[in-house]
């Protein structure tokens, strides 16, 4: 523009000395003009300026829309191709079962005491992977807790009103009889985890789905008594302990090539699996905990 | 046999697309848990009784029961806000 | 084509599940329904390992006391422990991403991701918020 | 009991649960600093210990596995450790600490009191399963551990609790959530194909399939759908949208720790599986190389000319983290073991540089009360002069001035494009625009701090508070970043034994 013609101005690298410099009074004048300039402009142009970008942003969104569709399609026809490359579903001679899953079956009653070969495997085998899953259920739960727990100064909100409506007598009713046979089925899964299927995660569930049909029938006040916040935390965290500290005795034993004094017992009897019983019962107990959790928290924004 | 299986994998695809489509929310979350229980009966066919326990009690169970809390919270079930 | 009809069903059906989870995660502006995408592309992998597991007439992984377990009775154990991990897995990132949407709809009051991002740029945060 | 075994190789092991147990225990803690020290403790425990490690596997130039269960290779999980995975223990241990330290009071602040100890239960967890990533032998534990990272990087970021800083937490996760699938897509195709999950075995299995030329379509495709799990997961160019927005919304010490250690850990994962997986060769003759290359060399220049459009001072760290990735994939695009090396070295350099810049952005962000405003940050080195040097000297490091750590990285990263003649060229140039670049859009901020601060500017500062927990974390980022920029030649030669002993 005119800049050169006024005597006030200066040249573009003397402006930039004076504000590294700092003095800020030809600075400042220099911004405000162009500031004013700016808002000007920006006056006259405010409503192209959303337009347009309205228009972009609608644009991108179709070509966003287009190009997913099209990776995904892409993305499904090269899978397909190779689901078609890949062994056939069944096939007893397949890559898979190989020598791993051979000695699991073979050697896993003798070796690890569970006639339950997946829960061996994921318990005795392959156990750092289950200690890292129970760990990714803890997170998620201290996770849900961070986000929806309440404070105290919050305590009197309304939403919370609306899980404390009257409950029908049906429901009461049935949930009178069905939360027993539930939480003994929890149980029976299990503590059978070693010898039938199921296992501390289902089993855990099942109890956990048993103790949120009560909190629903019953409402909160009754099962606060023995489930709040502190007795959780405080079995959770213990029964994350007990798992944390005999699954850490036999990666320590292992790894250092000693042998685990813990019997494996007779296969088939309740009492047998060496560690599995135990560490079934943990998860279990954890697993329950954290369903229950997830529930209070997502309604009443505690436990 | 054979069939049954056919017949299971297409209601499973159809309720994946059927949850994807669906204008209400409740509906979706329902058609999910229809998906996880179907999901489930697939496991006792592939021999996996262990997962087919889990999926029942997780996917049909745990899961679906989150879903409405959400729901639930949002106040989609009780106003009945259709998903524009 | 044949194959994938007659033999590989299974994994047939389990990617395209994969593809229609993926779709609904990348397009789906409803919150929810994104997640229900995220946990129909997880159980469309459980089901792809869970089917290379599975061996033609042979049973469950549940040895019988007492008597020797040979390999050529039992399916392959090592896919259903990996899937056990796994949906413990998903059902964590389930419930932990459920309760962001409920905090996020307690601060913006809706469930479209597009909504939120425009009321985000426009300044509106915190309209809806009771607790802060 | 008699250890039949080398105690030092226990360290792995000790090292992830003593994490993971600080992890448990802290709910139980009621108040945020004492979790913090229970924290703190943990973390120069472990580093302690990883540094003992070091000088272990240096001296006996040796890598070793450690069982994990009585169940030998094939059958039940394992660690393993070299002088590789012992350096980098050592500096996310003392980033971690660092960071934390460094933006201790800050968490204080941003964070509701009532959740400070969830706060750094997740802090515990994120650690220990980095660790587990770094030592891991198993590509399925690699999984898991990788899960309870998306988490628990998703929980700090969240955990100041506004409602942009939620948004950025979902769509975090939803990025997160999807490259875990096609991570976990991928190891299903390795089990079919191979059936198995270890390292080892899986290396063998796939050496013997490229031997007798079977199924050699999946093969790619596995190793494609792995690359782009990762490349998700750790931000690399076209999946970066989702880093601005998380680093700007969380607290500084949350955003350091994401960028320096958490997206870097992943990328650690990967260099493993390449290396102890596919071999490096396979994923030449296959172009997975060339492709990642490609990608890295198009984060650098794209992220930094994004950083240069950037107002905003958090957003801009974000856009040059985005580079930065890029350089990592780059130097791995090589193909090369020194190329590995030196995008090894380049992580360690970063993961020093950008949380020590992080955390002084905070802090000078702390004292300036104008927000987002352009002239923010302006003259605030006389108000804060510890900060100020910090984030200078993490600036010249970034773009690559000589004696810091960002120079040696780059330094290597151009040698090692010396070795595979086809990238070198572009890979030259490249470095050098995307230097040009780096230090245009890191000087003007570095102008802006240290003007004289004018009247006007001087109502917008509050005069500081004295923080000595703050001023010794810089000084010793500082220290540490000198270190690693005057003694590369230390570190690089450990790496490349780490890397040679991988293979």
């Known amino acids: ?136 259920l803890f997170t998620a739960v201290i996770c849900v807790a961070i986000l929806l727990r309440r404070t105290d100064e919050d305590k009197t909100d309304l939403e919370q009103d609306s899980f404390k409506s009257d409950r029908g007598d049906i429901l009461k009713f049935a949930a009178r009889l069905v939360f027993p046979i539930v939480v003994l089925y929890g149980i029976y899964v299990i503590i059978n985890g070693h010898i039938s299927p199921g296992g501390g995660f289902a089993g855990g569930t099942i109890i956990g789905a048993g103790l949120i049909l009560y909190s629903a029938a019953f409402g909160d006040e009754k099962i606060k008594s023995i489930l709040n916040y502190k007795s959780i935390t405080v079995t959770t965290v213990s029964c994350l302990l007990i798992y944390f500290f005999s699954k850490g005795y036999s990666f320590f034993t292992g790894g250092n090539h000693i042998e685990s004094v813990i019997p494996k017992g007779t296969p088939g009897n309740i009492l047998s699996g060496g560690l599995i019983l135990p560490l079934n019962i943990c998860v279990g107990i954890v697993v329950a905990c954290t369903m229950y959790g997830f529930y209070s928290y997502f309604t009443k924004g505690d436990i | 046999m054979r069939i049954l299986e056919y017949v299971l994998l297409i209601f499973l695809i159809l309720c994946a697309i059927g949850a994807t489509v669906s204008k209400r929310l409740l509906v979706t979350v329902i058609i999910f848990m229809a998906y996880s229980t179907v999901m489930a009966v697939i496991w006792l066919f592939l021999e996996a009784p262990d997962l087919a326990i889990t999926e029942a009690a997780v996917g049909a169970g745990v899961t679906s029961i989150l879903f409405f809390l959400t729901l639930k919270k949002v106040d989609s079930i009780n106003k009945g806000t259709r998903e524009k | 084509m044949i194959k994938l009809l007659t033999i590989n069903h299974f994994e047939a059906a389990a990617v395209i599940l994969f593809g229609i989870g993926f779709m609904n995660m990348l397009l789906q502006d409803n919150l929810i329904k994104k997640f229900i995408g995220l946990n129909i592309m997880d159980t469309a992998i459980y089901l792809y390992l869970v089917s290379y597991g599975y061996i033609e007439g042979h049973m469950a992984p549940i040895a019988e006391a007492g008597k020797a377990a040979l390999a050529e009775e039992f399916i392959n154990p090592v896919p259903s422990g990996l899937v056990l991990t796994g949906i413990v897995v998903s059902v964590s990132v389930t419930a932990f991403s459920l309760a962001l949407i409920q905090r996020l709809y307690k601060k913006y009051g809706t469930l479209s991701f597009d909504e939120v991002l425009r009321k985000l740029r426009s300044g509106e945060a915190n309209t809806y918020d009771s607790d802060s | 009991m008699i250890l039949t075994h080398n105690i030092a190789h ?62 030998p290779s094939p059958w039940g999980n394992e660690l393993k450790a070299g002088p590789m995975e012992a350096v980098l223990a050592v500096a996310f241990s003392v980033v971690m600490f660092l960071t ?98 270890l390292f080892p075995q899986l290396k063998s299995g796939i050496l013997q399939l490229i031997n007798t030329d079977d199924y050699m379509f999946p093969m790619t495709i596995t190793a494609g759908i792995f690359t782009l799990g990762i490349a998700v997961k750790s931000a690399l160019f076209p999946f970066h949208t989702m880093l601005p927005g998380a680093y700007d919304a969380a607290t500084p010490s949350s955003s350091g720790i994401l960028s320096g250690l958490v997206l870097k850990s992943y990328i650690i994962f990967l260099i493993k599986v390449y290396y102890c997986v596919f071999t490096i060769e396979y994923l030449r003759e296959i172009k997975i190389t060339n492709l990642i290359f490609f990608l890295g060399v198009c984060g650098m220049i794209l992220g930094s000319v994004m950083a240069l459009k950037e107002r905003r001072i958090r957003r801009m760290l974000a856009y040059s983290s985005v580079a930065q990735i890029g350089y990592i994939y780059m130097g791995l695009g090589l193909g090369t073991s020194i190329g590995a090396t030196a995008a090894m070295l380049h992580i360690v350099a970063h993961a020093v540089t950008k949380s020590m810049l992080f955390v002084c952005t905070g802090r000078m962000k702390d004292i300036s009360l104008a927000g987002e405003a352009d002239h923010c940050l302006r003259g605030i080195g006389h108000k804060a002069p510890v900060s100020a040097i910090g984030f200078t000297i993490g600036a010249l490091s970034i773009i690559g001035i000589p004696l810091l750590a960002g120079f040696a990285s780059k330094l290597y990263l151009a040698l090692a494009s010396f070795y595979s003649p086809f990238k070198m060229a572009v890979s030259l140039i490249m470095l050098a625009v995307s230097m040009v670049l780096n230090a245009m859009y890191f000087i003007p901020p570095i102008v802006d701090i240290w003007r004289p601060l004018s009247e006007k500017d001087a109502n917008y500062r509050i005069e500081p508070e004295i923080r000595p927990a703050f001023i010794t974390a810089v000084v010793i980022f500082i220290a540490v970043n000198i270190f690693v920029g005057t003694c590369y030649e230390i570190i690089f030669d450990i790496f490349e034994v780490g890397i040679a002993l991988m293979r």
Not at chain 1, 32 to 47: C, D, L, N, V, Y
Not at chain 1, 87 to 116: C, D, F, K, M
Not at chain 4, 147 to 154: D, G, M, P, Y
Request: glycine share 8%; net charge neutral.
């Open chain 1, 1 to 136: 523009m005119d800049y050169k013609s006024d005597p006030n101005k200066i040249g573009k690298w003397e402006r930039f000395f004076k504000w590294v410099n700092g003095e800020d009074s030809i600075d400042s004048v220099w911004e405000k003009e162009m500031r004013s300039k700016i808002t000007g402009k920006r006056k006259k142009r405010r409503k192209t300026i959303e337009d347009t970008i309205e228009r972009i942003n609608s644009y991108s969104k179709k070509i966003y829309i287009i190009l997913s569709v099209f990776i995904t399609v892409v993305y499904i026809g090269i899978l397909l191709y190779t689901v078609y490359e890949l062994p056939e579903h069944g096939n007893p001679l397949n890559p898979a079962n190989n020598e791993v899953s051979q000695r699991y079956i073979e050697h896993g009653v003798e070796e690890t005491g569970a006639l339950n070969i997946v829960s061996a495997m994921i318990l005795d085998y392959r156990a750092f992977d289950t200690f890292g899953e129970t760990v990714v």
């Open chain 4, 10 to 71: 226990n360290i792995p092991f000790i090292s992830i649960f003593l994490a993971m147990f600080a992890g448990i225990i802290t709910p139980l803690v009621n108040s945020g600093r004492k979790s913090c020290f229970i924290h703190k403790t943990t973390t120069v425990i472990i580093g302690i210990l990883s540094l003992l490690l070091l000088l272990h596997v240096d001296y006996n130039q040796e890598r070793f596995t450690f069982l994990m269960g009585h169940f």
């Open chain 4, 100 to 197: 934390v330290t460094g933006g201790q009071y800050m968490i204080e602040k941003d964070v509701p009191e009532k959740k400070q100890n969830l706060y750094f239960v997740m802090l515990n967890l994120l650690f220990g399963s980095m660790l587990a990533l770094i030592y891991t032998n198993d590509i399925f534990t690699g999984y898991v551990f990788i899960e309870i990272n998306t988490i628990c990087s998703c929980a700090i970021i969240m955990s100041k609790d506004t409602g942009n800083g939620i948004l950025s937490t979902i769509r975090y996760l939803i990025m997160s959530i999807l490259g875990s699938g096609l991570i976990l897509f991928a190891i299903a195709l390795l089990y079919t194909l191979t059936g198995q999950l």
